[in-house]
């Protein structure tokens, strides 16, 4: 069975400070995707990125990077110089192979940044 | 831009009462999902459907049914509403694409549903 662990509940820091948000997954499968979804206090979930287990390669968009290792399982976001804006709830998800019946969610972390 | 809209922002219930919940997406996306959002728990997966008039249970439909007779509206249907269905209820759609179907999930914006 498909799992995505999430281990910080809340992080909270003062603005331009790097901050990561840890994921590790569980998947039998040797294809699938992993994604991260930002979610703001208005309540829609914004999607940020889409890996898939092949790819291996870091990836880095403006203040955001992402760091993927298929040997610890973990697929960690990093937020360089922290705004209020980024103040959200992150979710990791995975979707296995066909990925035909959506994708599995870890519990969130709450990101709070102090100005 | 993709629109996922769901009827409601908040809605407040009482015990026993049939509740619709409605989804309509505007991009002709196959499938749809329906997932419930509870503090310490995460999204959970109630039900979703590959096209029309198709369901699949996911990870926790006891108590719910769904419909979907139009490709574009994918409703969740609380046959009899319990207290602890009060709950965040998001709904998304997602394109089957010609690279396979591990596109992202778009979200409409949530009903917050209260059941008293």
């Known amino acids: 069975a498909q799992k995505v662990t999430q281990a910080q509940t809340e992080i909270s820091v003062v603005e331009k400070e790097d901050v990561t948000l840890d994921c590790v997954y569980e998947?039998?499968?040797?294809?699938?995707?992993l994604f991260w979804y930002k979610q703001p206090p208005s309540g829609e979930l914004v999607f940020l990125i889409r890996r898939n287990s092949f790819d291996e390669q870091n990836e880095i968009s403006g203040r955001y990077s992402w760091n993927f290792q298929k040997s610890t399982s973990s697929f960690n976001f990093t937020i360089t110089a922290s705004q209020v804006v980024d103040s959200a709830v992150y979710f990791c998800a995975l979707s296995e192979g066909g990925g035909a019946d959506g994708l599995t969610f870890g519990k969130g972390t709450h990101l709070i940044i102090q100005p | 831009d993709v629109k996922v809209t769901q009827s409601s922002r908040y809605l407040v219930k009482r015990t026993g009462e049939k509740v619709f919940l409605e989804c309509v997406q505007d991009?002709?996306?196959?499938?749809m999902f329906w997932y419930r959002q509870d503090p310490g728990l995460g999204l959970r997966l109630i039900y979703f459907?590959?096209?029309?008039?198709?369901?699949e249970k996911g990870d926790i439909p006891e108590g719910y049914s769904v419909s979907r007779e139009k490709k574009e509206r994918f409703s969740l249907i609380l046959e009899s509403a319990s207290t602890n269905q009060t709950s965040m209820y998001l709904c998304a759609s997602r394109a089957v694409s010609g690279q396979g179907i591990n596109s992202p999930l778009h979200f409409g914006n949530g009903t917050r549903l209260t059941v008293t």
């Open positions: 991009m002709d996306h196959e499938n």
């Open positions: 459907s590959y096209d029309v008039k198709m369901k």
């Open positions: 998947t039998r499968d040797t294809t699938y995707y």
